[in-house]
T-cell receptor
């Protein structure tokens, strides 16, 4: 069965370190998205991609970057982790329209 | 992308029908209305989508009036497992390159 996976599921890091969160989908979807969700709040869009070599900024992109070198993967990099980036990160993919398939999430703690 | 407004929280009891209303006054012609469900510690899950009138699937029904400025998600005979956050959003249902914006959602609590 097709799926979308994220790794690691939990990560603790220190302020100032570079962190990369992995997202891998086997749906063969062109569209991939990264969201963050802070405790008790909705999801906010960080970056998204509509295909290989395409990346776009979302509403909260400062301090984050993505690259899309193939269809299956969209890694999210925190260039210099800050405590304000402690959150749960969700990756999603879509073949178009409003239906997105979400991964299980990565819980990131920045100390 | 059109903004949506929905109640912050709702409470109900097992076996009851629950209706969650969402307003989207600035919905565009190509926009579909979509609802997601999110359980604690999980990613959101698509549950239903519609353009106009009524849509029903095995999980829920979606009622959309003619002016499409609001919609109502109906959950029949809820159980404790329906306790979750429900998000209403609108977006271009035709686009191959569509993005969606999540609001704060409605936190639904079901009691025995």
């Amino acid at each position: 069965d097709a799926e979308i996976t994220q790794s690691p599921r939990h990560k603790i890091t220190e302020t100032g370190r570079q962190v990369t969160l992995a997202c891998h989908q086997t749906w063969n979807h062109n569209n991939m998205f990264w969201y963050r969700q802070d405790l008790g709040h909705g999801l906010r869009l960080i970056h998204y991609s509509y295909g290989v070599q395409d990346t776009n900024k979302g509403e909260v992109s400062d301090g984050y970057s993505v690259s899309r070198s193939n269809t299956e993967d969209l890694p999210l990099t925190l260039e210099s982790a800050a405590s304000s980036q402690t959150s749960v990160y969700f990756c999603a993919s879509s073949g178009g329209g409003n239906e997105q398939f979400f991964g299980p999430g990565t819980r990131l703690t920045v100390l | 992308l059109a903004k949506t407004t929905q109640p912050i929280s709702m409470d109900s009891y097992e076996g009851q029908e629950v209706n969650i209303t969402c307003s989207h006054n600035n919905i565009a012609t190509n926009d579909y209305i979509t609802w997601y469900q999110q359980f604690p510690s999980q990613g959101p899950r698509f549950i239903i989508q519609g353009y106009k009138t009524k849509v029903t699937n095995e999980v829920a029904s979606l009622f959309i009036p003619a002016d499409r400025k609001s919609s109502t998600l109906s959950l029949p005979r809820v159980s404790l497992s329906d306790t979750a956050v429900y998000y209403c959003l609108v977006g271009d249902g035709y686009s191959s390159a569509s993005k969606i914006i999540f609001g704060s959602g409605t936190r639904l609590s079901i009691r025995p």
